[in-house]
């Protein structure tokens, strides 16, 4: 009866991509989006029974289907482990992914493949499942692969556009030098302890005699993984791009869910990052300085979900920087509630391009707040929420991971800070361009701007409310239950941080941070009322700044560049020598077998002499020599 | 039985044979009339041939003459295959000199 339950969990998204691929387009557009948020919905239900039940036995459900790989010693089955980390993701990867596919209804209701976008959701959704209930890692890159296949699929979801396309391949390439990491770590683990299988994993490193320097390989290998998939340094580039995708793709695959497998995999084996301290040092750097780039970038964007984008990078950034200061539980924190903002922003966002025909340049925008109350009232909470305002959720989970780099690392601490700074500097300068002031779009646009539908207003609601509430699973003053809801998962315990007069100052700096961000976009766009120069007007370092200081060009020049240049020099010039020299060999062939043609000349008299003169030859060889 | 070979004396049975020989192989070589050439290799095979039986009876051994019996039955059908290709040679291109046979050209 479990298995079954556990399976449906699993297969609903599965079912609904099937339903949708063959019968999508023949049954209508009601029929694609209902099939498709009802598979992603019933997932959701199942998922919130499992989790009141581990919530309250604390026991793991582990249901094996079938033996899957045995090779001489190593063995693997295929199995499905509902604990506590896997139950939360997938809470939030159906929860979410609920309300974004019912958001997706209204939003694509113009689009004639509308039966192929929730095919694409629906995959999406089963390959996000797989990737996180899986008991072993080879399970969990499956997922990770299919994940990476939909996030393609999607980000090129309008493939008209050659541009779109090129989006979607940066992604899929930058993502397979990630993955290539990711496999080999794999590999590294396999080999080392014949087995990939997580429990039997912790077992066998809890367990001592481990070769630390192999696994600290394997750790950064995995770690090269994750940063693919989660978008840092120096693999962040495809992100921003990845904005070409429809905004419900952008809200669920490049916000809330799939950049955030990266953290997953790494809470998942943390008993492997916990031997392996060099690991977590690049982690928590390349972590921070991720957050405090990425963020330096947004803060000079003018295309609305290129801001949200690199704000993504950003908040990833800083949830490695949780993970790699060993402190897994305030990085998932930090997770749940990014997922719920996040998501909500840019579902905010896809609303007010909804409105406006399809313009994402935030020059074109303003005024938007009195005409879309709704989506202006929940993007504010959610705006709130990432700038770290108490009482919103992001205030809770961003305050411990300034409070935990604090405890680790006081430069750190600083860049963190400077991000979150930055953080609610760029967002409140999203929100002034966008909704106060007087509107700067054209006439056509200006009658065409209308509140969005109830359907995709609902879910923004929704994730306003989350947005606001989400703190109170991990509150500050003592007795969080998501620490204690995570505890069987971490060796040791990572001893929450007592509440002393610091804390209390570093709570106060870290919102006065935030404050002053928002006091800064306050003076500068609402007072101020200015509008970013058009692109050829930006000189100096704000142009070296919206042009993502040039990194895209540095790695044409650097790797793509010499590729090309290796490849134009292989056709141009090893090629035609290579086949020259086959050619020259074809053509002494043909000279000789022309030479030889001569003397076949037809004449019989000629053949019969040669016949004789040979013979004669042979005679005298053959008796006299 | 008193053998022949005691009187004419096995060389001379070589000399003819050499000789017929030859005087196919330059017939062969030097006329151009498709049925001379037919004609000089029919003489250098039974130069062959009489090689074949004088040493048989030399060696007073009769494989060599059962030998010769084959080798002219072979000869016989050669010949009539050889003449009906010389016949339809001629209908066709109306000459059986082997000059104007240029169609094996390579």
């Not at chain 2, 019996?69 to 009906?84: I, P, Y």
């Not at chain 2, 109306?94 to 046979?101: Q, R, V």
Request: contains cysteine; glycine residues 10%.
């Amino acid at each position: 009866m479990e298995k079954n339950l556990v399976l449906i969990v699993l297969l609903a998204p599965f079912i609904g991509f099937l339903g949708n691929v063959f019968f999508g387009k023949k049954a209508g557009k009601g029929f694609a989006g209902a099939l498709g948020t009802v598979a992603v919905a019933i997932s959701f239900a199942l998922s919130v029974y499992f989790f009141l039940q581990v919530n309250q036995t604390g026991k793991p459900i582990a249901v094996t289907l079938f033996d899957w790989i045995t090779v001489s010693n190593f063995k693997l089955d295929f199995g499905i482990v509902l604990d506590q980390l896997s139950l939360l993701w997938l809470l939030f990867v159906t929860g979410i992914g609920s309300l974004i596919h019912l958001y997706s209804i209204s939003y694509m209701h113009e689009d004639e493949n509308m039966h192929k976008f929730f095919s694409y959701l629906n995959l999406f959704v089963f390959f996000m499942i797989t990737l996180v209930v899986g008991s072993n890692i080879l399970i969990m890159f499956i997922g990770w692969e299919g994940v990476g296949l939909c996030s393609y699929l999607l980000i090129g979801f309008w493939y008209k556009n050659q541009d779109y396309n090129d989006a979607a391949k940066k992604a899929f390439i930058m993502n397979r030098i990630g993955d290539l990491g990711f496999l080999i770590g794999i590999f590294i683990l396999g080999s080392m302890f014949s087995t990939l299988d997580y429990a039997q994993l912790k077992a066998a490193i809890t367990a001592g005699n481990v070769d630390t320097t192999k696994l600290t390989v394997a750790a950064l290998c995995l770690f090269i993984g994750a940063m693919g998939k989660s978008a840092q340094l120096p693999l962040y580039t495809w992100l921003p791009d990845a904005m070409a995708g429809p905004t419900p793709v952008s809200a669920l695959i490049h916000a809330a869910t799939m950049v955030t497998a990266g953290i997953f995999m790494i809470t998942r084996l943390n008993f492997i990052f916990d031997l392996t301290p060099l690991v977590q040092n690049i982690i928590a750097i390349v972590g921070a300085v991720t957050a405090l780039v990425a963020a330096s970038i947004g803060l000079f964007q003018n295309d609305i979900k290129k801001v949200l984008a690199y704000s993504t990078v950003s908040q990833l950034g800083l949830m490695f920087l949780a993970l790699g200061l060993g402190a897994y539980n305030v990085a998932v924190f930090h997770v749940i509630t990014h997922a719920f903002f996040k998501a909500c922003l840019f579902l905010g966002s896809g609303s007010v391009i909804h409105a406006m025909y399809h313009e994402q340049d935030m020059r074109r925008m303003g005024g938007l707040r009195k005409i879309m109350p709704i989506t202006f009232a929940t993007m504010m909470i959610a705006t709130l929420a990432i700038s770290g305002i108490p009482p919103f959720s992001g205030f809770f989970s961003k305050d411990e991971i300034l409070l935990t780099a604090f405890h680790a690392n006081i430069p750190l601490w600083i860049i963190a800070s400077l991000a979150s700074i930055m953080t609610a500097f760029y967002m409140f300068r999203l929100m002034y361009l966008t909704f106060y002031r007087d509107f700067r779009g054209t006439e056509e646009q200006k009658h065409h701007l209308h509140e969005s539908p109830s359907l995709m207003t609902l879910p923004l609601i929704v994730l306003a409310i989350l947005s606001l509430v989400g703190g109170v699973i991990s509150l500050p003053f003592g007795g969080s239950w998501l620490n204690h809801y995570l505890a069987p998962l971490f060796n040791g315990s990572h001893a929450e941080h007592h509440l002393g007069t610091t804390e209390y100052i570093l709570m106060a700096v870290a919102v006065a941070g935030g404050l002053i961000g928002i006091g800064m976009a306050y003076a500068k766009f609402l007072k101020g009322g200015a509008v970013p120069k058009e692109d050829h007007e930006m000189t100096g370092l704000a142009k070296t700044i919206y042009h993502k200081y040039y990194v895209d060009e540095g790695y044409m020049a650097l790797i793509v560049k010499p590729i090309n240049g290796l490849a134009r020099f292989f056709r141009d010039t090893l090629e035609p020598a290579l086949s020259q020299l086959v050619f020259s060999l074809g053509s002494l062939a043909n000279g000789l077998g022309n030479l030889g043609a001569r003397v076949q000349n037809g004449s019989i008299g000629l053949y019969l002499f040669a016949f004789v003169i040979g013979f004669s030859v042979l005679f005298i060889y053959l008796f006299l020599a | 039985m008193e053998n022949i070979l005691n009187h004419i004396g096995i060389e001379n049975y070589l000399f003819l044979s050499v000789i017929l020989f030859c005087i196919g192989v330059f017939g062969v070589l030097y006329r151009r009339n498709a049925i001379i050439v037919f004609m000089s290799i029919e003489i250098m095979l039974n130069a062959v041939n009489l090689l074949f039986v004088a040493f048989s009876t030399y060696h007073q051994d009769a494989e060599g003459q059962v030998f010769v019996f084959f080798s002219m039955a072979v000869a016989a059908a050669e010949v009539a295959v050889g003449l009906a290709i010389l016949v339809a040679i001629f209908r066709n291109i109306g000459s059986i000199d082997i000059a104007n046979l240029k169609n094996l050209k390579g």
